[in-house]
């Protein structure tokens, strides 16, 4: 049955393939990759094969040895996988021309094997994301792109900046802007909920928005309202917006942060198997590190960002309000994103001042001849923010809990990078890391996870987490989205800091069937694809 199928498959490609006989059956492919460690996706062990590739389609697996081809690649010892897909990008970043647009050769997430990033997540993406995603198909990348559109965009967009509830009209707004996305093609809806103006909605109103991506068949994922010492209440709070929302949910990027919470993991995962055992579709993304990276505004309270930057400004100002804002960064300094010292705030991106990129709070206090304390620390946040605001990283992550939710069947591995080139910003090293570091730290090095199991997590879980079908696995039929990597050397070099390095391992990356990354060059090929729900 496998070589009349073979067979038929021929006789339908021999057309377009390359020395293509259509006078005799011997088959023909574009490329044959031949004798690789085959992953197909599916959590289970490889087997040799070849994989024989038409146009963008993976046609033929199997022996291939006697056949045509036009580009016969050996490798043999190498890992053959899909294709990773990365399912929390912030491919596309706020400033205009920058992240996709400004390296769209992606070379930091080729180099890793990713040949699928998904943008708008935490709640923001732009709209309408009909206009993203014409202009990164007129611009072309390497990589296939898709999005969620982000609640807080919508909210923002209809209420503005303000900490108040929507009147009627402006939640049936919002619904329409819902619907209005899901129908341009996003994958769901995607909150922060941390972050102003996402924070002051109630979980009520994202439930209705989310019921409005479920009639789509979307997905609900979010960044939650806390990660830190109200991390439980959080998990309860995404499962309850799936379970009454009525569609998958998703704990994006899930870490426990702050010292007096770590080894939580262990109960968040537990609420994660209740919600399972009792029928709710949840699922669990992460980055591979010890460190998060937002804006510094993450250390500073609600009440303060009601109203948006110019009220936040004015709040500065006011002696009393200041005082009141100093001691509750202060405390999450203490308990929360902070680690407890100035020096786990490390500055990655200032654009009013490049100089101070790289650069944690500590020395900076230090630099200005301040005492290096808290309550200091407190003040020189508010002075960045005042001055323009800044990225940061974050170290408050232990590597146990890391390791914990990273075992859990549920769990995907996704950057919250983008896309990166050298530059004056001093990124987290996940944009430039986190696959390889799975696959390297985390499989070869400590064994946490069997290879096969990680490749799955990469691949088929993320892609039938959105409905990506012929994507994310190795089989007749599907679409030629490939990575080959070398499983004893594949491994993440960048560091915190000197983020701007490149993994190691991946020998040929095929994004619809053509090279992108062949014999460890980038080619300039930009063939990525705009991936749409429908
Ligand atoms: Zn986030």
Redesign the pocket.
């Known amino acids: 049955m496998r070589i009349l199928g073979l067979i038929l498959v021929t006789l339908v490609f021999a057309g377009c393939a390359p020395g293509g006989d259509t006078g005799d059956t011997r088959q023909s492919f574009d490329i044959v990759l031949e004798g690789g460690d085959v992953y197909s996706g599916v959590d289970v062990a490889p087997v040799v094969s070849d994989v024989g590739i038409v146009g963008d389609r993976i046609v033929a697996l199997g022996d291939l040895g006697d056949s045509d081809a036009g580009t016969r690649l050996d490798v043999t010892g190498l890992a053959v996988m899909p294709g990773f897909i990365d399912i929390h990008s912030h491919a596309v970043r706020s400033e205009p021309g920058d992240g996709i647009f400004r390296w769209p050769d992606a070379e930091n997430q080729i180099r890793q094997g990713v040949t699928t990033v998904i943008g708008g997540?935490?709640g923001g993406s732009p709209l309408p994301i009909s206009e993203t995603l014409a202009a990164i198909e007129k611009s072309t990348a390497s990589v296939n792109f898709g999005t969620f559109v982000g609640h807080g965009s919508i909210r923002g967009l209809i209420i503005g900046d303000d900490d108040r509830p929507p009147t009627e009209d402006e939640l049936q707004s919002m619904r329409d802007e819902v619907r209005k996305a899901m129908q341009q093609g996003a994958f769901g809806l995607s909150s922060?909920l941390i972050y102003a103006p996402g924070r002051f909605a109630t979980t009520e109103e994202v439930i209705e928005l989310a019921k409005v991506a479920a009639e789509y068949d979307g997905i609900y994922i979010s960044?939650m309202r806390e990660e830190g010492l109200d991390v439980l209440k959080s998990v309860a709070e995404t499962i309850r917006i799936g379970e009454e929302g009525g569609l998958p949910t998703q704990l994006?990027?899930h870490k426990i942060v702050g010292a007096p919470m770590w080894g939580k993991s262990t109960e968040t995962l537990r609420l994660v198997d209740e919600a399972l055992a009792r029928g709710v579709d949840v699922s669990i993304d992460q980055y591979p590190y010890t460190a998060s990276s937002?804006s510094l505004t993450i250390l500073f309270p609600g009440w303060s960002l009601d109203g948006g930057r110019e009220s936040l400004l004015a709040r500065m100002a006011d002696p009393e309000q200041r005082l009141r804002m100093r001691q509750e960064i202060v405390y999450r300094i203490e308990v929360d994103r902070g680690g407890n010292d100035p020096a786990n705030v490390v500055l990655s991106n200032c654009p009013h001042d490049n100089t101070i990129n790289g650069r944690n709070l500590s020395e900076l206090l230090r630099q200005q001849e301040r005492e290096v304390n808290n309550d200091n620390a407190a003040e020189l946040l508010m002075e960045l923010v005042a001055a323009g605001n800044c990225s940061a990283v974050f170290h408050a992550i232990n590597e146990d809990d890391m390791i914990n939710i990273m075992r859990h069947r549920v769990t995907m591995p996704a950057s919250?990078g983008g896309i990166e080139g050298p530059s004056e910003r001093v990124p987290h090293p996940r944009n430039y890391g986190t696959f390889a570091r799975v696959l390297g730290r985390y499989v070869r090095e400590l064994g946490v996870l069997p290879l096969h199991a990680a490749v799955h997590k990469m691949t088929m879980l993320p892609a039938d987490r959105i409905g990506l079908r012929d994507r994310g696995r190795i089989a007749e039929g599907a679409i030629a989205d490939i990575a080959v990597i070398d499983p004893a050397t594949v491994i993440d070099t960048a560091t915190f800091e000197n983020p701007h390095q490149y993994a190691k391992g991946a020998h040929h990356v095929f994004v619809s069937g053509e090279a992108v990354l062949l014999n460890g060059e980038m080619t300039g090929a930009r063939p990525g694809k705009i991936l749409r729900s429908r």
Do not use: A, F, L
Request: hydrophobic share 0%; charged share 25%; aromatic share 0%.
């Open positions: 997540p935490d922060g960044h994006t990027h937002t919250d």
